[in-house]
């Protein structure tokens, strides 16, 4: 099993990730439902920005620092940095405030000053209004966006035949990375009911079968 399903497993133990009927933003009946907000303790956090680390690392996509875009971006930059350091790759990092501070430090960033190539973290992408922001926060500092590296990609169309994902890659012509995607979220159901004896098999079985159908009817390649 990759490291994505082994975060697939970590997040359903977790509650993270549920399965039932969920109505989505775009009016659709999901049958999963991920709530990274739920990753709500010291110990859940470090493993989620562990799995951030190591796609990171996997990807390779040349970076200098890390930004986080508030609010979930913001623990997610923070954690991955200590997850990387400890991985021998020691690099800055920067999260922004909705509103301006007028007092002190001021101004909307806090942390290591934006500069070079910047990886963007954030928990998923739905209608990249939070990626179109970093984008403009980075590049109005003078530095480079890098990439983007999220928790899950639904590789689900949006009001047109491209993804989230995908339309974020085409209109900034940046790589974006998941942890996970919705065919690992498959391949895991997939592992667990060839292996799971009949005890809880049939729920299983229900599951992969409404994931599987629900990426049929909205899913991308």
Do not use: W
Not at 78 to 91: D, H, Q, S
Not at 99 to 123: C, F, M, S, Y
Not at 150 to 166: K, N, P, T
């Amino acid at each position: 099993m990759t490291f994505s399903q082994d975060f697939i497993a970590f997040a359903c133990d977790k509650g993270v990730l549920r399965f039932g009927e969920f109505k989505t933003k775009a009016g659709r009946m999901s049958p999963y439902f991920f709530n990274a907000g739920l990753f709500d303790d010291g110990a859940s956090l470090g493993r989620l920005c562990d799995f951030y680390a190591d796609t990171i690392l996997a990807a390779g996509i040349a970076h200098d620092m890390l930004f986080g875009p508030a609010y979930k971006g913001i623990p997610l930059a923070a954690g991955t940095a200590i997850a990387l350091a400890r991985r021998g790759r020691n690099l800055p990092f920067c999260f922004n405030r909705k509103e301006a501070k007028d007092h002190g430090e001021g101004g909307t960033l806090i942390g290591a000053p934006l500069a070079g190539r910047v990886l963007i973290l954030d928990d998923v992408i739905s209608a990249g209004t939070s990626i179109r922001e970093s984008v403009n926060i980075i590049r109005a500092a003078g530095a480079t966006p890098a990439g983007v590296v999220i928790a899950l990609d639904r590789q689900e169309r949006g009001q047109g035949e491209l993804s989230a994902v995908q339309e974020v890659e085409q209109d900034f012509g940046l790589p974006v990375v998941a942890v996970a995607s919705l065919a690992d979220l498959i391949g895991y159901l997939r592992r667990e009911a060839s292996t799971l004896g009949v005890r809880g098999h049939a729920e299983l079985e229900r599951n992969l079968d409404a994931v599987t159908r629900y990426r049929e009817n909205y899913g991308v390649s």
